[in-house]
């Protein structure tokens, strides 16, 4: 009998298990299907190397390189600042702070509430502070919209892979007369590196991919930005624009902007594993 | 010559002691041995003289710690510059994450040494000291994780021995050895004590015996016994000391009779505590508690010569000290 019953909860346990995996991975090769079926009709060299010409987005010639060289920009732009920022906090969460600091521990809550925050929100927010400061849309407004964001992530992964550094490693260090700084900056990220970077692309990942946060704040042009205080198109917008138009040859080319913007995240996270699979294996 | 003086040196873990009143003197360019069984404190002493402590959580230390004549708790002092100079080899060695030429190169660079030349020197002599050269000579690039364990504490002491540091504390650093290893740790240790001073931790009293000049023993994160090697080994004094060292269980002795002593005139308090022998039973145990150092030598002498056996004699608070001893069948 209590045989039994064990049996059958581990059964349901294991089908459970299954499921739940085979539920991912259909997701993931459907969403991959659709969007390479219905963007493949569409994708052809000049998506990636051309920017739209008179009347791309009636079905004319062109592609959607402003759109990807202004999303490399942006996201390329706010994930350095992200990064000027999140390091300073990771290091100062763990290696300066004490343990049940309270400052400590609200910087962490800060972060994991503004990491749930929704990107609409922080485009809102950006706009208000652009309409503040009388800017317009622009490359810079995006990037600093995208960079909030992605800091709470970048930050939250750092704070992870900071706090997983062996005492002895930093007694190490400080037993040769180093202080905090140079512990951190010489050994600590040294050591971490690998997984810092993991944090730092996963949010990259994150800032490429996000409509929202730009809507309002990083405008949208034909053109390959060339100024901090022009407009930038990106391709979640670009994929938005075209979606949305009757005309089915520009809607094939949304897909392919989407499987375009899919093959970059899909190459991140492939970077993000082998840089995490490399970190296994160096760190002491 | 004393190198490191501590004074009456007290360790809270959250509220509960793990060093209580440790009062002791390390001489200059000797070999200082810590011993005692698991958990008595000799890490937290050890981790005491080069503030590697205060990183740790929760910690509250009391007392002075001199190196030098100087007070290294003192608020002005510079930590790091405590750390470059009295050095901590860990119980495990942990290169950094880095070539074996960056390990032993990081303190030197750290403090400011900068140029090829002279840092390859550095590296190079330190080597040397360390007895690993030979052996890592032709691959200083590569890095430090991928040497085998014996050779890691050896490239530890080379770096730690970089920033030429005046005292070298050692934490078991050969209990993570096979022999041959520990052999050459070991004789390393003989050698660089003629420029530095030394202590160690061990557990191995064989070892204590080979290397040590002075010895001190803790027990319970107090300080039992201390002394000259060959003394301490040859005559201990205490009960707890000679199970220690005889490898019996050390067990705490059941008090008899108490006796809280104020010191006054030595002969009176004499008297009082002859008195108190008087009311207990061979084989039962007196502990005299007095509040004065000098008293506690004094004291002990006469009870031994009165025929009765010290069992302990230890510092209990800022001013207090315990003198635990069992009365003797009377002599004829
Ligand atoms: N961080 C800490 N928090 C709380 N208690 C601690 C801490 N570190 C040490 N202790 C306690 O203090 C006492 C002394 O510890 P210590 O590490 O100095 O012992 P030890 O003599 O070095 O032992 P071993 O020979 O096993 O290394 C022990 O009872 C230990 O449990
Ligand atoms: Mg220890």
């Known amino acids: 009998m209590g045989m039994n019953w064990r049996k059958i909860e581990e059964f349901f346990f294991k089908t459970l298990m299954i499921g739940a995996t085979l539920i991912v991975i259909a997701s993931l090769v459907l969403i991959l299907a659709t969007i390479v079926v219905k963007g493949a009709k569409a994708m052809n060299w000049d998506m990636l190397t051309k920017t739209p010409e008179g009347g791309f987005y009636l079905g004319k010639e062109g592609g959607v390189l402003n759109a990807i060289a202004g999303s490399f920009y942006l996201a390329g732009g706010a994930t350095v600042m992200a990064m000027v920022l999140s390091g300073p906090i990771a290091i100062y969460l763990n290696i300066y702070a004490r343990k049940r600091s309270k400052t400590a521990e609200f910087v962490r809550f800060s972060l994991d509430v503004l990491w749930g925050v929704p990107s609409i929100v922080y485009g809102a927010f950006g706009l208000t502070i652009m309409l503040y400061f009388g800017m317009k849309a622009s490359l810079l407004a995006g990037m600093i919209t995208v960079a909030l964001l992605e800091l709470p992530m970048m930050a939250r992964a750092m704070d992870e892979v900071l706090r997983m550094v062996p005492h002895d490693l930093k007694d190490a260090s400080y037993c040769l007369g180093a202080n905090k700084l140079e512990t951190s900056l010489r050994v600590i990220v040294r050591q971490t590196l690998p997984a810092l970077m993991t944090g730092v692309l996963l949010a990259f990942g994150r800032g490429i991919g996000d409509a929202a946060s730009v809507l309002f704040t990083a405008g949208f042009t034909d053109y390959i930005p060339d100024s901090l205080f022009g407009p930038a198109a990106t391709l979640p917008l670009a994929i938005f624009f075209q979606l949305q138009t009757p005309i089915p040859e520009v809607q094939d080319r949304g897909y392919a902007s989407a499987l375009i913007l899919t093959m970059i995240i899909l190459a991140i996270s492939l970077v993000v594993r082998l840089l995490t699979r490399w970190f296994d294996r160096n760190s002491v | ?180 290893s520990a052999e050459t740790i070991e004789r390393r240790f003989m050698e660089l004590k003629n420029d530095y001073t030394i202590v160690m931790v061990t557990h191995v009293l064989r070892q204590a015996r080979r290397l040590a000049d002075y010895v001190i023993f803790l027990y319970m994160g107090r300080l039992i016994e201390h002394g000259p090697a060959q003394e301490f080994f040859d005559h201990p004094k205490y009960a707890k000391t000679q199970g220690y060292l005889s490898g019996r269980f050390i067990e705490e002795h059941k008090i008899d009779r108490e006796l809280d002593l104020k010191c006054g005139e030595f002969s009176a308090d004499m008297k009082i505590v002859r008195d108190e022998f008087g009311k207990i039973k061979p084989g039962q145990i007196l502990r005299v508690t007095v509040d004065r150092e000098e008293a506690v030598g004094e004291m002990s002498g006469s009870i031994e010569s009165d025929g009765h056996r010290i069992l302990e004699a230890k510092r209990v608070g800022k001013i207090s000290w315990e003198i635990v001893a069992e009365k003797q069948k009377r002599i004829k």
């Open chain 2, 1 to 180: 010559m004393v190198h490191i003086d501590v004074q009456n040196l007290s360790v809270y873990y959250k509220g509960q002691p793990g060093l209580r009143n440790i009062a002791v003197e390390i001489p200059r360019n000797k070999i200082t041995a810590i011993i005692g069984p698991s958990g008595c404190g000799k890490s937290t002493l050890l981790k005491t003289f080069n503030r590697l402590l205060d990183e740790q959580e929760g910690i509250r230390i009391k007392g002075t710690v001199l190196v030098d004549g100087e007070d290294i708790y003192a608020d002005k002092v510079d930590v790091t510059q405590v750390r470059k100079k009295v050095g901590l080899l860990a119980q495990r060695p942990q290169v950094l994450p880095m070539s074996i030429y960056d390990n032993v190169a990081y303190g030197p660079r750290i403090h400011g040494v900068r140029g090829r030349k002279r840092l390859d020197g550095i590296v190079e002599e330190h080597l040397k000291m360390a007895g690993l050269w030979e052996e890592v000579k032709d691959r200083l690039k590569s890095p430090a994780s991928g040497l085998s364990i014996g050779q890691q504490q050896r490239l530890c002491l080379a770096r730690g021995l970089a920033v030429e540091p005046e005292v070298i504390l050692a934490d078991e650093s050969t209990s993570a050895l096979d022999p041959i």
